[in-house]
Each structure stands twice: as structure tokens, then as C-alpha cells.
């Protein structure tokens, strides 16, 4: 199913469930290194089981967190069970930016304008909390994923993005947000042209950040979980419909069988919807599209690029990059504004690309860093890919026990940031599956599926369709 959404003659979008990722994606960057790996077409067992003490839905880096929080922690389930649609990892994880980009204050606003003050700190917190979790369990395991941390700039493009940029850093200051050592503004033009390499630039911020190879990270918490601690881990297994009842008995079934059990995580980001109707216009599929890119000469070798970035026009439309300490390669992605918003919310088709930023994407680096030159042959665009994120009303994830049908959580609608977001609330939803409170998840309560959040009078689709998206983002 390749669209999800339906306009209607006043101009708004009717949700319509996402349906089932399609079988036949095509490869990213990512994904095309990792032809060889053992997770394609695994099946722990040649059969599903009836029953688990916990069935996880996706196995991207959320499913794979919650396994490794669940397997590796105290009083472990006995019986743990993935399911997964296609490959492991070849979903919105397999085809992200390989960039985990806390925001230290640029959304601070619009949080703030959503839930208020203090869970506007607890959001921003819990970004840094991730990489720094991120950064613990790549140590903690050896897990080679071209890992690298350093620093990140948010770059303006426009006097708009300029006050925007400025007005977030200042109010978040001054509500006592911490920066100091974290965050540096840079008001100056020629000092942000400067120290950003970029040609337009108008002002700036600088702040932590890494990035990474992400299919690498989850194929490597999914293997160990699998060789070593029981995990049961099925591919091309799409769940087809789940069903509970008062008592939290889950029924679980696919094409291969059906599995009953007492705890059920919902892994499942952009086809949330699918599953749980309660989500419909809560969390809507988003279509990205992004890009593998060669440098010239001027930002190869010793002239590699050491940032990682964003530059930004106006409140809601940028482009994100990283350059690949170990390779050179520069992952590009963006562009949004090019394709008709209608075109890219509720659009489950990552299999086709659009012409249109083939083209943006080719040409981005030229545009922006100064220097960058004429392209030899084999240099510039190597490939490029879509994508399918799941975003929601207001840019920040559900997270938690569903409501009213106990045995299930949900971790989903990452709203693009997941990298960002996903390692602390998937070691959330563990300790509350072993029966910890919220409080010790230490996660923003605003992350919580609320009636109040699922009853909110907007859906994604108003949002991004009429309103161009929420400030936040």
C-alpha cells in the first residue's frame, strides 16, 4: 500500500491506516554494505511458537533496544519473539542519516508551547541522555559501527531561521536551560561562514553530536541477543492483526501462525496505525529521501568535514548531513520542500525516489559548502534512497503502556529524531514491562499514549498539510 492519506474538497487530510511495508524495498547506502550479513531471512526457529512471555514487533534500532534492555537486565522473560515485516533493520533504522543529534534547545519552544516548561527541559535532556546511553552500550559491547562523537552545527540559512535559531537558545537560557560548555551560539555571518565551510551561512550553533552506521549497531544487539540470550527472531513475518482482551491476553497473527501472549511491545513507527487503530492520525508515515555522496578533493583526506550538520531555512524546512570519518562518504538528506507536502505524508512507498530530489540532493553540496568545486568523474552523488518515518502531532514520540489494554507498550512515532530518542525510551519500555515505575524510566511524561494525547483535537495530517508542521520539529 503506497499512500496512506486522502484530501478531501476543504483542503484537509482524512488519515487512512498505513497498511504493510512493502516486500520489495530498495537498498540504502547502509543496506547495500551489509549484503553478507547472517540476519537476512533468519528464523531462530523454522516455526513460530504459540506462545511467548513477549513478542516485539520491528526490529529496528526501538525492537532491538527493547530486546537487549529486556535480555541483558535483571530477571530476564524466558521467552522473548521479534517479529519482523521484511529484513531485519530495513526499515526506517536501515535508512536513516546515520546521525544521533541530540537537540540542546532549538525545539525548545514549541515544546514548551505543547506541555510546558518542565517537560520541555525533560525532552531536551533526554536527547543528551540518548547519545550518552548510545555512547555506554557501543562501549559496553564492542560494537563496531563506525562510531564517532564530536560536535554538530545548526546553520541559518535565512534571517528566518536566524531568529528562529535565536529566540529558542535565548528563552531556553533564560528559563535556566543549561548551555554553558554545551551549546555555543554563533551571531556573527563571516564567523558562522568560517567555521561552518558554508557559503551562505548567517549565523549558527554548535553543539554535540555523532554519528554512526545504524543497521550495524542493531544487527549487532540482534545478534547477540540471539546467540546468547535466547532471542527468537523471525524475518519476512509481517503481523497481520493483534487482538487483547481484559484480561491482557494477546493474540498476535501472521500468515506463519498465531502467537498468544501476556506482553506485547509495538516496535512499529510509520504502521502503527495498522495494528492499533487508536493511533490513526496520531502517527502518520512521512517519506524521506536521502543520499550517499562522494566529496571532491577539497573535503577528502586531511580537509574531511569535522561537524556534523543542519542547515536550515525558515522554521520548518532543512537539510541534515554527516561526513564518514572512516570512508569520506557524505550521507545528504532533505529537501522536503521540493516535493508537495501531500506527496510525502501518509506515503508508504520506499521502494521508487522522487526525480526531483535525486536532483536537489545531487547538487546540495555545491550549494552549500564553500570550496566543494567541480565533481571529478566518481565523485559526487554515489546513490540515494527513501525512506519511511512515522511522525505526530506535535514531533515527540508515544512512548509506554497502552491505555486500557494492559500486556501492551508502544514505542513509535519518532518523528524522524530517532536516533536521538529511541535507546532511552526503549530501555524504558523494559523496566516497565518488569514491572518498574515511570518515574525510574526517567523518560518525559509527555511521551506517555494518553486519552488526553490520542483524543488531541489535531492529526498529523492537519498539522503538516494545513499548518506546515508543528514548531517543534
Not at 8 to 22: E, H, L, Q, R
Not at 57 to 62: K, L, M, N, P, R
Given at each position: 500500500?503506497?499512500?496512506?492519506?486522502?484530501?478531501?474538497?476543504?483542503?484537509?487530510?482524512?488519515?487512512?491506516?498505513?497498511?504493510?511495508?512493502?516486500?520489495?524495498?530498495?537498498?540504502?547506502?547502509?543496506?547495500?554494505?551489509?549484503?553478507?550479513?547472517?540476519?537476512?531471512?533468519?528464523?531462530?526457529?523454522?516455526?513460530?511458537?504459540?506462545?511467548?512471555?513477549?513478542?516485539?514487533?520491528?526490529?529496528?534500532?526501538?525492537?532491538?533496544?527493547?530486546?537487549?534492555?529486556?535480555?541483558?537486565?535483571?530477571?530476564?522473560?524466558?521467552?522473548?519473539?521479534?517479529?519482523?515485516?521484511?529484513?531485519?533493520?530495513?526499515?526506517?533504522?536501515?535508512?536513516?542519516?546515520?546521525?544521533?543529534?541530540?537537540?540542546?534547545?532549538?525545539?525548545?519552544?514549541?515544546?514548551?508551547?505543547?506541555?510546558?516548561?518542565?517537560?520541555?527541559?525533560?525532552?531536551?535532556?533526554?536527547?543528551?541522555?540518548?547519545?550518552?546511553?548510545?555512547?555506554?552500550?557501543?562501549?559496553?559491547?564492542?560494537?563496531?559501527?563506525?562510531?564517532?562523537?564530536?560536535?554538530?552545527?545548526?546553520?541559518?540559512?535565512?534571517?528566518?531561521?536566524?531568529?528562529?535559531?535565536?529566540?529558542?537558545?535565548?528563552?531556553?537560557?533564560?528559563?535556566?536551560?543549561?548551555?554553558?560548555?554545551?551549546?555555543?551560539?554563533?551571531?556573527?555571518?563571516?564567523?558562522?561562514?568560517?567555521?561552518?565551510?558554508?557559503?551562505?551561512?548567517?549565523?549558527?550553533?554548535?553543539?554535540?553530536?555523532?554519528?554512526?552506521?545504524?543497521?550495524?549497531?542493531?544487527?549487532?544487539?540482534?545478534?547477540?541477543?540471539?546467540?546468547?540470550?535466547?532471542?527468537?527472531?523471525?524475518?519476512?513475518?509481517?503481523?497481520?492483526?493483534?487482538?487483547?482482551?481484559?484480561?491482557?491476553?494477546?493474540?498476535?497473527?501472521?500468515?506463519?501462525?498465531?502467537?498468544?501472549?501476556?506482553?506485547?511491545?509495538?516496535?512499529?513507527?510509520?504502521?502503527?496505525?495498522?495494528?492499533?487503530?487508536?493511533?490513526?492520525?496520531?502517527?502518520?508515515?512521512?517519506?524521506?529521501?536521502?543520499?550517499?555522496?562522494?566529496?571532491?578533493?577539497?573535503?577528502?583526506?586531511?580537509?574531511?568535514?569535522?561537524?556534523?550538520?543542519?542547515?536550515?531555512?525558515?522554521?520548518?524546512?532543512?537539510?541534515?548531513?554527516?561526513?564518514?570519518?572512516?570512508?569520506?562518504?557524505?550521507?545528504?538528506?532533505?529537501?522536503?520542500?521540493?516535493?508537495?507536502?501531500?506527496?510525502?505524508i501518509g506515503n508508504t512507498d520506499d521502494r521508487t525516489k522522487f526525480d526531483v530530489l535525486t536532483k536537489y540532493l545531487a547538487g546540495s553540496m555545491k550549494k552549500y559548502m564553500d570550496g566543494w568545486g567541480e565533481e571529478s568523474p566518481g565523485e559526487g552523488l554515489l546513490y540515494d534512497w527513501t525512506g519511511v518515518m512515522g511522525y505526530t502531532p506535535e514531533a515527540v514520540p508515544y512512548v509506554g503502556a497502552l491505555h486500557g489494554r494492559p500486556g501492551g507498550y508502544i514505542t513509535a512515532g519518532h518523528s524522524g529524531h530517532g536516533m536521538a530518542r529511541t535507546m532511552t525510551c526503549?530501555?524504558?519500555?523494559?523496566?516497565?514491562?518488569?514491572?518498574?515505575?515511570?518515574?525510574?524510566?526517567?523518560?518525559?511524561?509527555?511521551?506517555?499514549?494518553?486519552?488526553?494525547?490520542?483524543?488531541?483535537?489535531?492529526?498529523?495530517?492537519?498539522?503538516?498539510?494545513?499548518?506546515?508542521?508543528?514548531?517543534?520539529?
Amino acid at each position: 500500500m503506497a499512500s496512506s492519506f486522502s484530501t478531501i474538497a476543504n483542503g484537509t487530510s482524512k488519515p487512512v491506516a498505513p497498511g504493510y511495508p512493502i516486500p520489495d524495498p530498495c537498498l540504502s547506502f547502509w543496506l547495500q554494505g551489509t549484503r553478507s550479513s547472517s540476519l537476512l531471512g533468519h528464523r531462530t526457529t523454522s516455526s513460530l511458537p504459540s506462545e511467548a512471555d513477549v513478542v516485539i514487533i520491528g526490529s529496528g534500532i526501538s525492537g532491538a533496544a527493547v530486546a537487549y534492555f529486556l535480555l541483558t537486565g535483571p530477571d530476564p522473560p524466558k521467552s522473548v519473539i521479534m517479529l519482523e515485516a521484511r529484513e531485519a533493520c530495513h526499515g526506517a533504522t536501515g535508512r536513516n542519516g546515520g546521525h544521533c543529534r541530540p537537540d540542546c534547545y532549538r525545539g525548545y519552544k514549541g515544546y514548551k508551547g505543547s506541555f510546558g516548561k518542565e517537560q520541555a527541559m525533560k525532552i531536551l535532556q533526554n536527547e543528551m541522555d540518548t547519545l550518552n546511553l548510545v555512547n555506554e552500550i557501543i562501549e559496553k559491547e564492542g560494537i563496531d559501527c563506525d562510531f564517532w562523537r564530536g560536535l554538530s552545527f545548526d546553520v541559518a540559512m535565512d534571517e528566518e531561521a536566524v531568529e528562529f535559531f535565536k529566540s529558542n537558545y535565548e528563552e531556553f537560557k533564560a528559563d535556566g536551560g543549561l548551555t554553558e560548555g554545551i551549546v555555543e551560539w554563533i551571531p556573527d555571518a563571516e564567523e558562522a561562514k568560517k567555521r561552518t565551510r558554508t557559503t551562505n551561512a548567517l549565523a549558527a550553533a554548535e553543539f554535540p553530536a555523532a554519528s554512526l552506521w545504524p543497521y550495524k549497531l542493531v544487527a549487532h544487539l540482534l545478534k547477540l541477543c540471539t546467540d546468547k540470550h535466547g532471542l527468537n527472531l523471525q524475518t519476512n513475518t509481517p503481523v497481520k492483526s493483534v487482538s487483547d482482551n481484559d484480561a491482557g491476553e494477546w493474540t498476535v497473527n501472521t500468515d506463519r501462525g498465531t502467537i498468544k501472549s501476556s506482553k506485547v511491545v509495538f516496535a512499529t513507527n510509520a504502521f502503527t496505525a495498522t495494528l492499533l487503530p487508536e493511533f490513526l492520525g496520531k502517527i502518520a508515515p512521512y517519506k524521506g529521501q536521502c543520499s550517499a555522496i562522494v566529496p571532491t578533493r577539497d573535503f577528502s583526506g586531511d580537509k574531511l568535514l569535522d561537524h556534523t550538520y543542519s542547515h536550515r531555512y525558515g522554521v520548518q524546512d532543512f537539510d541534515y548531513m554527516i561526513q564518514r570519518p572512516k570512508d569520506g562518504i557524505v550521507i545528504m538528506g532533505g529537501g522536503r520542500w521540493e516535493v508537495p507536502v501531500e506527496k510525502l505524508i501518509g506515503n508508504t512507498d520506499d521502494r521508487t525516489k522522487f526525480d526531483v530530489l535525486t536532483k536537489y540532493l545531487a547538487g546540495s553540496m555545491k550549494k552549500y559548502m564553500d570550496g566543494w568545486g567541480e565533481e571529478s568523474p566518481g565523485e559526487g552523488l554515489l546513490y540515494d534512497w527513501t525512506g519511511v518515518m512515522g511522525y505526530t502531532p506535535e514531533a515527540v514520540p508515544y512512548v509506554g503502556a497502552l491505555h486500557g489494554r494492559p500486556g501492551g507498550y508502544i514505542t513509535a512515532g519518532h518523528s524522524g529524531h530517532g536516533m536521538a530518542r529511541t535507546m532511552t525510551c526503549s530501555r524504558g519500555i523494559a523496566a516497565l514491562i518488569r514491572g518498574e515505575s515511570w518515574e525510574s524510566t526517567k523518560l518525559p511524561e509527555c511521551f506517555q499514549p494518553t486519552p488526553e494525547r490520542l483524543n488531541g483535537p489535531k492529526s498529523v495530517e492537519e498539522v503538516w498539510c494545513n499548518e506546515g508542521g508543528p514548531v517543534a520539529h
